[in-house]
C-alpha cells in the first residue's frame, strides 16, 4: 500500500525530540571511533529513526486510545507517528487488520493485536538469527545490527575478512561463515597472536637427521653429509655417492667411500689429467732413440733362453764349423751360440760369463769349461769368430785369438751317410741344468753381419727383416729400455731368516735406481702380492700433487695407497738421476739425487704403514721394475694420504714409461742383485699371465 501524507500539527512536539536524536548521534559518534568500519557504517545508516523505546512508551497509549480503541483516519495516524513514512506503513497494514478483524469496535482481540504489532518491524525479526547481535525497529522499517563477521541487509552474510589485507594474516587466511583464522605453511607454526608465523627449529630434535648434520633454515631444514656422502631420508644417514654411476670418469672408474679415483690406460699411452677424472696422452718428454736395425738380430727375445735362431747342416763331406759375427752387449751373462750334436755327445757352447767369453765343450761326453780374453760387455761393436780345426777350436775377438783350445773330435756328426750339425744362436737346443756349467742363458745381446759355414745366408735376413722383434735397437746404451708396455719383475725374498731362534727375523728393503725417465709419469718399482692383488710398496713418478693442487714432478714413496714420502725430480731433463729407497723396522727414506724427500706421514702413521709392509713381506710377493701387470684394481691406482679425498695422483696406471733404467736390488748383507748391463729391447712382459710363465726373471739367475 502506497504511503499517504499524514496531516495534523507536528511542530509543538517537534523540539524535545530534536534534542534526544543529538544525544543519540553523539553516543553513536562515540561507538562509531570504536568500531571497525564495517560495523559503523551499518550502525550510522538510519540517522532518521526514531527511538524504539521513546515510541514504546510514549506513543503505544496514544496509538491504543486513537486507532485501538476507536477507528482512526490517516491523519489521526499521522498525528501518533508524527512523521509520513511510519503512517505510510502503518496505515495501509491498520486498513488490513480492519479487514480482516472488523473494525475496532467489535472489539475483536485479534484486532488489538494485530495493529499493536504494526509500528514494531522488528516484530516478529527480520533479522538473521546467527548473524545478528540485535533488530532496530525504524520508521516503518527495521535495521539488523550484525555481529562481527557478519554483513548484509539480513545479517545472514558472511563478510570474507580474508579478502582484505590477508585478514591481517602473515601467511595463510582462512575464511569461515562468521569468521576466519590464520594459519602457516607447513615448516611454520602460528604465534600466540594468532596472525603472524615462526620457522619451527626441526633440528631441535636430535632424531631429525640421524646420523647427518642438521641444518635449520627459514620453512624448512636439511640434512648435511660430507663431501661425497648423500643423505637418504629413508634411512636417515650418509651414504657415499657412487659417482662412477655419474660417468665421471673418462676410462676407468673406481667408487670408494666419499670418493673415487679414475684411472687411465696407461699401457695405451694415457696417463690422468689435472681435472683427475679426464685422460691425457702421456707425452715423452726425451726424445728417445727407438729406431731399430734391420741387419741386426736380437738375442734376448726369448726370456727362457731358448735359441732366437736354429739351424740344421747336413753335409756330404766331413765339413768344420767356422762362425764369424759382430756383436755387441752390456750383458755379464748369456749364451752366445752352440753348435754340435745332441746333449751327451758332442757340442761346443760360446756363452759370456762376468763379460768374458766362455766355452763349454762336450767332446764325447766329457766336458770342459774355459774362459780367457778380455771384458766385452762394453757395448761397442767386436768380431767376434769360431773356428774349428783340425786339432783345435780357435776363439777370436776383433781377429785376436783368445781361445785355442784342443780337441779331440769333430763337430759335424755323421749319421746315415751325411754328416749333421745343429747351430742354435742366443740359446741352447736342451735344458742348461745338462750344461757343463750352468749359467742363465738369456743374453740381452744383438749380432750383426753373421756367416755361419761360409754359406750365403738370404733366409735368416729375410725373417729378421720382417720381424721387427727379431731386430735390435740401432742407439744403445747401459740399462733396461721401458717403452711403456712392459716392466720386469722378479721373485725377490725380502725377509732375512733369523740366524739364531732367537732372534726375531727382521726385514730390508733397499732399491737404488739409475733412471733417465723419457716422461713423468710412471711406476719405477713396486711389490705386488698376486693373491690380494695388492701393491704393499711403489716408487714412482707423478705429475701432480693433489693436495697442494700443483703441477709437479715427483717421485713418491708409497705404502698401499699411503705416500710416505715425496721428492721433486727434473723429469724431462734427459739426465741420469738416481732413486734410491731404504726401508727397515722403523725408517723409511726416499732420495733422489743423494736429497732425501720429505716426509708425508706422523711418526705414528709410518710405523703403522712399515707394519702394513712387514705383513705383506710374509707373503710370496713379486718385485717389479718399470710397471706392474694387468689393469690396476684401486690400492694401485691412487695416491692417497690418510684422508680420502686427498690424492696425488695414479701413477700405476700409467706405468712403464721409462727409459734406461738399472735396477740394483740389494738385501741386508752381502746378498746383491743386479739388473744392469742390458740393452736393446729387454725385458718386457706384457701380462701376468706371460709374467709367471716366466717367475724367476730375466737376466737374474
Ligand atoms: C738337431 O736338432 C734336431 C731337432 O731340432 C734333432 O732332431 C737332431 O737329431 C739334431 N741333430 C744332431 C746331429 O744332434
Ligand atoms: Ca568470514
Ligand atoms: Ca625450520
Ligand atoms: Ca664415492
Not at 343 to 363: C, K, N
Not at 396 to 418: H, S, T, Y
Not at 454 to 483: H, L, W
Not at 581 to 592: D, H, N, P
Request: charged content about 25%; hydrophobic content about 35%; glycine content about 8%.
Amino acid at each position: 500500500m502506497a504511503p499517504s501524507p499524514s496531516p495534523g500539527p507536528a511542530a509543538p512536539r517537534a523540539a524535545p525530540l530534536r534534542l534526544l536524536l543529538l544525544l543519540l548521534l553523539a553516543s553513536e559518534c562515540a561507538l562509531a571511533a570504536l568500531l571497525p568500519a564495517r560495523e559503523a557504517t551499518q550502525f550510522l545508516r538510519p540517522r532518521q529513526r526514531r527511538a524504539f523505546q521513546v515510541f514504546e512508551e510514549a506513543k503505544q497509549g496514544h496509538l491504543e486510545r486513537e486507532c485501538v480503541e476507536e477507528l482512526c483516519s490517516r491523519e489521526e495516524a499521522r498525528e501518533v507517528f508524527e512523521n509520513d513514512p511510519e503512517t505510510d506503513y502503518f496505515y495501509p497494514r491498520y486498513l488490513d487488520c480492519i479487514n480482516k478483524y472488523g473494525s475496532p469496535y467489535t472489539k475483536n482481540p485479534g484486532f488489538a493485536t494485530c495493529v499493536q504489532n504494526l509500528p514494531d518491524q522488528c516484530t516478529p525479526n527480520p533479522c538473521d538469527k546467527k548473524g545478528t547481535q540485535a533488530c532496530q525497529d525504524l520508521m516503518g522499517n527495521f535495521f539488523c545490527l550484525c555481529k562481527a563477521g557478519w554483513g548484509g541487509r539480513l545479517c545472514d552474510k558472511d563478510v570474507n575478512e580474508c579478502s582484505q589485507e590477508n585478514g591481517g594474516c602473515l601467511q595463510i587466511c582462512h575464511n569461515k561463515p562468521g569468521s576466519f583464522h590464520c594459519a602457516c605453511h607447513s615448516g611454520f607454526q602460528l604465534s600466540s597472536d594468532g596472525r603472524t608465523c615462526q620457522d619451527i627449529d626441526e633440528c631441535a630434535d636430535s632424531e631429525a637427521c640421524g646420523e647427518a648434520r642438521c641444518k635449520n633454515l627459514p620453512g624448512s631444514y636439511s640434512c648435511l653429509c660430507d663431501k661425497g656422502f648423500a643423505y637418504s631420508s629413508q634411512e636417515k644417514a650418509c651414504r657415499d655417492v657412487d659417482e662412477c654411476l655419474q660417468g665421471r670418469c673418462e676410462q676407468v672408474c673406481v667408487n670408494s667411500p666419499g670418493s673415487y679415483t679414475c684411472h687411465c690406460d696407461g699401457r695405451g699411452g694415457l696417463k690422468l689429467s689435472q681435472d683427475m677424472d679426464t685422460c691425457e696422452d702421456i707425452l715423452p718428454c726425451v726424445p728417445f732413440s727407438l729406431a731399430k736395425s734391420v741387419k741386426s738380430l736380437y738375442l734376448g727375445r726369448m726370456f727362457s733362453g731358448t735359441p732366437v735362431i736354429r739351424l740344421r747342416f747336413k753335409r756330404l763331406q766331413p765339413t768344420r764349423l767356422v762362425a764369424e759375427f759382430d756383436f755387441r752387449t752390456f750383458d755379464p751373462e748369456g749364451i752366445l751360440l752352440f753348435a754340435g750334436g745332441h746333449q751327451d755327445s758332442t757340442w761346443i757352447v760360446l756363452a759370456l760369463r762376468a763379460g768374458r767369453l766362455e766355452l763349454q765343450l762336450r767332446y764325447n761326453g766329457v766336458g770342459r769349461v774355459t774362459s780367457s780374453g778380455p771384458v766385452i760387455n762394453h757395448g761397442m761393436w767386436q768380431t767376434i769368430s769360431v773356428e774349428e780345426l783340425a786339432r783345435n777350436l780357435v776363439i777370436k775377438v776383433n781377429r785376436d785369438a783368445v781361445m785355442k783350445i784342443a780337441v779331440a773330435g769333430d763337430l759335424f756328426q755323421p749319421e746315415r751317410g751325411l754328416y749333421h750339425l745343429n747351430l742354435t744362436v742366443g740359446g741352447i737346443p736342451f735344458h742348461e741344468k745338462d750344461l757343463v756349467q750352468p749359467i742363465n742363458p738369456r743374453l740381452d745381446g744383438c749380432m750383426r753381419s753373421w756367416n755361419w759355414l761360409n754359406g750365403e745366408d738370404t733366409t735368416i735376413q729375410e725373417t729378421v727383416k720382417a720381424n721387427a722383434k727379431m731386430q735390435c735397437f740401432s742407439v744403445t746404451e747401459r740399462g733396461s729400455f721401458y717403452p711403456g708396455s712392459g716392466f720386469a719383475f722378479y721373485s725377490l725374498d725380502y725377509m732375512r731368516t733369523p740366524l739364531d731362534i732367537r732372534t726375531e727375523s727382521t726385514w730390508e728393503i733397499e732399491v737404488v735406481a739409475h733412471i733417465r725417465p723419457a716422461a713423468d709419469t710412471g711406476v719405477l718399482f713396486a711389490l705386488w702380492v698376486p693373491d690380494l692383488r695388492a701393491v704393499p710398496l711403489s716408487v714412482a713418478l707423478v705429475d701432480y700433487h693433489s693436495t697442494k693442487k700443483l703441477k709437479k714432478q715427483l717421485v713418491v714413496l708409497a705404502v698401499e695407497h699411503v705416500a710416505l714420502a715425496l721428492m721433486e725430480i727434473k723429469v724431462c731433463d734427459g739426465q741420469e738421476h738416481m732413486v734410491t729407497i731404504s726401508l727397515r723396522e722403523g725408517e723409511a727414506t726416499l732420495e733422489v739425487d743423494g736429497t732425501r724427500g720429505q716426509s708425508e706421514v706422523s711418526a705414528a702413521q709410518l710405523q703403522e704403514r712399515l707394519a702394513v709392509l712387514e705383513k705383506h713381506l710374509q707373503s710370496p710377493v713379486l718385485t717389479f721394475a718399470g710397471g706392474l701387470p694387468g689393469r690396476c684394481s684401486l690400492p694401485c691406482s691412487s695416491w692417497v694420504r690418510g684422508s680420502r679425498d686427498a690424492q696425488l695422483g695414479h701413477p700405476r696406471s700409467n706405468p712403464d714409461r721409462l727409459a734406461f733404467l738399472v735396477v740394483c736390488f740389494k738385501r741386508k748383507g752381502k746378498s746383491r742383485w743386479v739388473l744392469s748391463g742390458h740393452y736393446g729391447a729387454s725385458v718386457l712382459v706384457r701380462s701376468l699371465a706371460e709374467a709367471e710363465k716366466h717367475v724367476r726373471g730375466p737376466a737374474l739367475a
